[in-house]
DNA sequence: GTGATTGTTAGTAA
DNA sequence: ATTACTAACAATCA
């Protein structure tokens, strides 16, 4: 579920449960076979801790202090974090989990076991040596626009790219194309500078509105795709007579509706 | 059984 | 050097 508007709600949740209290330890849990985690030393490094401050760049969240360090998560496909309190009975697929004094636990759940946790020193050097691109909700509108103008790519896999642009994955960027009106397999470098610009301001509102409902979709305006994202029913955009419909663009599966999208 | 999945990355090729 | 594309990773579900 971990795109931008996903990892920004963990962020919240993780700034509204976990700072200020102190670690009392962290754990791996069971089955934690292929997936990077913490090794003993850094989770020694955790222990009597307190977290102050909470960041998100991308899909990467960040869980520390001024002094650090700090622990990073990335979600993969199916990671989720879930803070809970004793005597509540931890989540299944728990690989990693952090023990504050107290009650207050926190679960890091990843059943498909592509996300990952790391000890870091800062932010900003972790960001760095990602070589990721920024934040979607912070990017200059000519930086975006000069990338994608010069991309010959598919532009669904061009707003897909965290080198250039971090933050927009497979749904949110099918959701960005259906506001925009664009095909998906539409190269960048074949718009022009407006159409470029609207991509743009689709890119803000959309992401901006999927932060603010806390990425639930139910909480989304009826007419976007995300809450319809089924093939073969009705378009829900209003006044389209179309169906959507899905097909591979850049290796993943895009759904959109042929009629308005072009 | 087949094929799909809201992500990243190593390898390959142009 | 840079950009673009594919397969692989792992587990589960339709």
């Given at each position: ?37 913490p ?24 869980l ?6 700090w ?14 309190d ?53 990017i ?11 991309s ?49 301001d ?16 139910s ?24 169906k ?19």
């Amino acid at each position: 579920m971990p795109e931008l508007p996903e990892n920004e709600a963990q962020r919240l949740t993780l700034e509204r449960t976990c700072l200020n209290r102190t670690v009392e330890a962290a754990e791996l849990g069971d089955n934690i076979t292929h997936i990077d985690l913490p090794g003993d030393n850094e989770l020694g490094r955790l222990k009597g801790r307190q977290f102050t401050e909470t960041r998100r760049h991308g899909k990467n969240i960040f869980l520390g202090s001024k002094t650090g360090p700090w622990i990073t998560v990335h979600l993969g496909m199916s990671g989720w974090l879930i803070p809970y309190d004793l005597p509540e009975s931890e989540p299944d697929h728990t690989k990693f989990r952090i023990v504050f004094e107290g009650d207050r636990r926190l679960a890091f759940r990843c059943p498909r076991k592509l996300g990952h946790v790391k000890v870091i020193e800062d932010p900003d050097a972790y960001i760095a040596a990602k070589k990721l691109g920024p934040d979607a909700l912070s990017i200059e509108r000519n930086t975006f626009v000069d990338f994608l103008g010069g991309s010959k790519a598919a532009i669904k896999s061009a707003l897909m790219d965290q080198n250039r642009i971090a933050g927009i994955g497979n749904l949110w960027s099918d959701e960005i194309l259906f506001q925009t009106g664009l095909d998906p397999a539409r190269k960048g470098s074949d718009l022009k500078a407006d159409r470029l610009d609207t991509v743009f301001d689709a890119m803000l509102t959309t992401l901006s509105k999927g932060v603010v409902v806390e990425a639930d979709y139910s909480r989304l305006p009826d007419d976007w795709l995300i809450p319809n994202r089924k093939s073969k029913s009705d378009c829900p955009r209003a006044g389209c007579e179309g169906k959507l419909t899905h097909r591979k663009v850049g290796g993943r599966t895009a759904y959109y509706c042929p009629a308005h999208q072009s």
